[in-house]
């Protein structure tokens, strides 16, 4: 079946519950995506950078043009909304329920009828066999602290594509992170101060985010696995994927270990095979 199994709200629900049951703390991910501070963040991640990587996963992929596309871990949309207006039928699913509520919101407002969103939690299937393409953009994996849990991630991926569906991620190039991190950074403007502090330790990519404004002073932190192109590669198998092309820049440059500044993947669930008698 290709019905939606997920326990998740849609855009027009009165309530978004959450995801996760509250008997733990809040996770990393969730309390700092939840945040006002990280639209502040990331400012500069806009609207213009979402088209142009949808027009690489276009040139790459070549959907159909009714295809029906997952967006894991969508954020506030961005991306779903550059594939929406490309004519795709777009499913958004996020864990938190604030970026949901936004990319609700600016879809509505650009009249994005086909563009739907849902609080969900990427590790569980969305359904089974219902999506022509899945994407995972903006290196929205690796977060957990659990790698089994990143697996099961590319699972309920391999799980919600149709026989021969593909998926297109957007990752991190682990080979030239830890070069690139200065030891501190800060900016103020309109009176927030932000002071961004990175290092790298036991595989993982960590970061430590501090707010002040108005005499107030907040911390967040990110911490994601760096994975390189071979762990992905090994991990799409082990879901049943195949990894296809990859990619450096959203551009389409070639991947080159050392000196790109993305890791784009494009894999795809095999078709199925054919049964003897139909030889």
């Given at each position: ?54 027009t690489l996963l ?115 190039n682990a080979s ?31 970061k430590t985010i ?70």
């Open positions: 079946t290709s019905r939606l199994t997920s326990p998740t709200a849609a855009c027009n629900s009165p309530t978004l519950p959450l995801a996760l049951p509250r008997s733990q703390p809040m996770p990393w991910y969730e309390d700092w995506f939840w945040s006002d501070a990280y639209t502040q963040v990331y400012d500069h991640r806009d609207e213009a950078e979402a088209e142009r990587l949808v276009e040139q790459e992929v070549a959907p159909a043009p009714d295809a029906h596309i997952l967006d894991l871990a969508c954020g506030r949309g961005r991306h779903a909304r550059a594939l929406a207006r490309r004519g795709y039928r777009v499913t958004g699913i996020d864990l938190s329920e604030t970026a949901i509520e936004a990319a609700c919101t600016e879809a509505a407002d650009e009249g994005l009828s086909h563009a739907t969103f849902r609080v969900g939690d990427m590790r569980e299937p969305v359904c089974h066999g219902c999506a022509d393409g899945v994407v995972n953009l903006f290196t929205s994996f690796g977060y957990f602290e659990d790698d089994a849990d990143d697996h099961r991630v590319l699972a309920a991926v391999a799980t919600a594509l149709r026989p021969g569906g593909w998926f297109f991620q957007d990752f991190l030239t992170v830890a070069d690139s991190l200065g030891t501190s950074e800060e900016h103020t403007d309109d009176g927030t101060t932000i002071r961004q502090e990175r290092w790298v330790d036991d595989g993982r990519v960590h501090t707010v002040r404004h108005n005499g107030n002073t907040e911390t967040f932190r990110e911490s994601v696995r760096l994975y390189t192109l071979d762990d992905l590669d090994a991990m799409y198998a082990a879901a049943g994927l195949e990894l296809v092309a990859v990619f450096g820049d959203y551009d389409g440059a070639p991947y080159v270990p050392d000196r790109s500044p993305r890791l784009l993947l494009h894999a795809r669930r095999p078709s199925a095979p054919a049964r003897p008698d139909d030889a």
